[in-house]
């Protein structure tokens, strides 16, 4: 099993950025095209961003053109570039491979947008 620790959130005003970063154990990004997901309280877990093992990328409507997903395969790390954010992207963010049978979740990175 890969071990997957998030980081890089914390409180931003509207409008605001912030760069998470989730680092694997070993090497996955090669292989597997990676994610990142949020959830808001009281809501299901939602798949925001994809970047496969090709450097395509992929995102859901309501990030598209403010966040932005790459990653750094001899880091064996995954970020999520948020710009623009709005108090609707308040969540925890947790990254994982896009796939049928995916990697224990960490404990993810709490991003609070609020004036």
């Known amino acids: 099993q890969v071990q997957l620790v998030e980081s890089g959130g914390g409180l931003v005003q509207p409008g605001g950025s912030l760069r998470l970063s989730c680092a694997a154990s070993?090497?996955?990004?090669?292989?597997?095209?990676m994610g990142w997901y949020r959830q808001a309280p009281g809501k299901q877990r939602e798949l925001v961003a994809t970047?496969?093992?090709?450097?395509?990328?992929n995102y859901a409507d309501s990030v598209k053109g403010r966040f932005t997903i790459s990653r750094d395969n001899a880091k064996n790390t995954v970020y999520l570039q948020m710009n623009s954010l709005k108090p609707e992207d308040t969540a925890v963010y947790y990254c994982?491979?896009?796939?049928?049978?995916?990697?224990?979740w960490g404990q993810g990175t709490q991003v609070t947008v609020s004036s």
């Open positions: 994982n491979v896009v796939a049928a049978i995916q990697e224990p």
């Open positions: 070993r090497s996955i990004f090669r292989i597997y095209a």
């Open positions: 970047i496969t093992s090709g450097d395509s990328t």
